[in-house]
């Protein structure tokens, strides 16, 4: 199993989830994910610290998937990456067990 965290600006969020659902829904798997809001930072694209100066925030994704599914996340970063030029969009992949396995 993989857990992929995704961070990502607020305003691309919604084609985030949407092309996620499309997705699975082609893979036939349950859309499963975790969302945490107001999440702070810096990163390659301008502050999102939701203060006077830097207003915005970002948005964090979890998502638990088999390994066979990591392309389909891979794909949907690049097609933000290519929508959205310039917009802050990470994907970070860590190994995982569930815990009755350990």
Known sequence: MKRIEIVMTQAIEVDF???????????????????????MGQGNSNPKL????????????????????????????KTLHTTYVGEGAAAFISD???????
Do not use: H, S
């Open 96 to 102: 995982i067990a569930n815990i009755e396995e350990l």
């Open 17 to 39: 989830v949407n092309l996620w659902e499309r997705a699975c829904r082609i893979a036939d798997i349950k859309c499963k994910y975790t969302k945490i809001d107001n999440v």
């Open 50 to 77: 939701g203060d006077a100066i830097w207003p915005q925030l970002n948005v964090m994704f979890i998502l638990i998937i088999e390994e066979k599914y990591v392309n389909m996340v891979r794909n949907i970063m």
